[in-house]
């Protein structure tokens, strides 16, 4: 991945570090030699304000990418993970599901690395590559293929404190979507869009449940149910199922909008003890205040994880791919569905980063004028 931009107005001069590291891929398809993608690419970084997306051609493509950014890259999970819990809960008066899942977890956390090296772990930075592609959407029950022609490439970077105090800068085809969590309020922020707060307490990043947060997966898991075994790509695996309560879905719905349930499953291989897939599923009801009619947004996510690999004694997922299926129906609305996919590819993973204080997880200004107001 590209880290450092020449100097190309002098020859002497020094280089700049990049932001977000680029995938070689991205870097290529900005022209045909080397000057040229660089200019093209400084032209870029200028870009990145809201008058210069004011185009409606840009505008529209700006807001396409956005909307994979924010619901395949970006998403969050709906629980909170409490650091305070120990991963060894008492089986007593537990069900046989619920002490079964908590025995699974226990394999789970030895499998990658034991108590000791999680427990050792206060802060992580990960940089990494995406591939991003999607269908447009489909009315009926039409199978939907994505368009691998399509696939919009980019890459990341991760910091984290603990699993509410985190931030992600993702660039994908020139679109950047930074969001974040201080600890107290989660937010996302793009170059054309004011800051929305996301609804509750704050939650952690779901991409840390893919393979990069083993702690956070396993005191996730610790109150689930092992409902049953299933095969995943050859592996039999433990099935362990998490659902929200009704506490949690009011405090996260908003004044047009109610969730309805979301779910969250983990499978676990039998044979190495890891997580293998990773799925949740959430039912949305919008309300249009005009007509109160409601409009039912229903999003499946299935992430497959894999290739897992020892850093500094944590074994971490360096590898996996996202889908994303979305329905939307309703009274007045005709059925569409659309599905997307995300490839993911890890570089680099470093813990435990010396320097990384509160500061570094401050909100856009918005946020406090908001407040304020």
């Known amino acids: ?31 045909s030699n080397v000057t040229l993608r660089w200019q093209n690419m400084l032209t870029w970084m200028k870009a990145q304000t809201s008058d210069k997306w004011s185009a409606p051609v840009i505008a529209g493509r700006f807001n396409e990418l956005r909307f994979l950014l924010y619901l395949v890259g970006s998403p969050l999970i709906p629980l909170q993970v409490q650091l305070g819990h120990s991963v060894h809960r008492p089986v007593r008066d537990s069900s046989i599901q619920a002490s079964t899942a908590k025995y699974i977890v226990q394999q789970y956390t030895a499998a990658t690395g034991g108590q000791a090296a999680l427990n050792s772990v206060t802060s992580m930075c990960v940089t990494g590559q995406v591939k991003i592609s999607a269908s447009d959407f489909h009315q009926g029950d039409l199978s939907l293929e994505v368009k691998k022609s399509a696939a919009e490439s980019g890459g990341f970077l991760l910091w984290q404190k603990n699993p509410d105090l985190w931030c992600l800068e993702l660039i994908v085809s020139g679109c950047k979507v930074i969001c974040g969590s201080n600890g107290k309020l989660s937010w996302r922020h793009s170059s054309n869009q004011q800051t929305p707060i996301s609804q509750g307490p704050p939650r952690p990043l779901r991409r840390f449940l893919q393979g990069l947060d083993p702690r956070a997966t396993a005191l996730l898991f610790a109150d689930a149910m092992c409902i049953g075994e299933k095969i ?3 592996d039999d695996c433990f099935i362990l199922k998490l659902e929200t309560s009704p506490a949690i879905r009011e405090q996260q719905s908003g004044p047009n909008y ?3 349930h979301h779910t969250i499953w983990g499978y676990f291989s039998q044979r190495s003890g890891l997580l293998v897939q990773f799925e949740d599923s959430r039912l949305l009801r919008m309300t249009n205040k005009g007509d109160d009619t409601d409009v039912f947004w229903e999003t499946s996510t299935e992430s497959v994880i894999h290739d897992y690999k020892y850093v500094d004694g944590l074994n971490i997922a360096h590898s996996g791919r996202t889908r994303v299926k979305v329905f939307r129906y309703g009274e007045q609305s005709a059925n569409h569905k659309r599905e997307m996919e995300e490839t993911w590819k890890i570089h680099e993973v470093d813990f435990n980063i010396w320097g990384l204080t509160m500061e570094c997880f401050l909100p856009p200004a918005d946020i406090d004028n908001k407040k304020q107001e």
Do not use: H, Q, W, Y
């Open 1 to 31: 991945m590209r880290k450092l931009c020449p100097n190309i107005d002098r020859d002497d001069g020094l280089e700049t570090v990049l932001e977000v590291p680029i995938p070689e891929e991205m870097f290529t398809s900005m022209g």
């Open 232 to 234: 995943i790509n050859n």
């Open 258 to 260: 109610e969730i309805i």
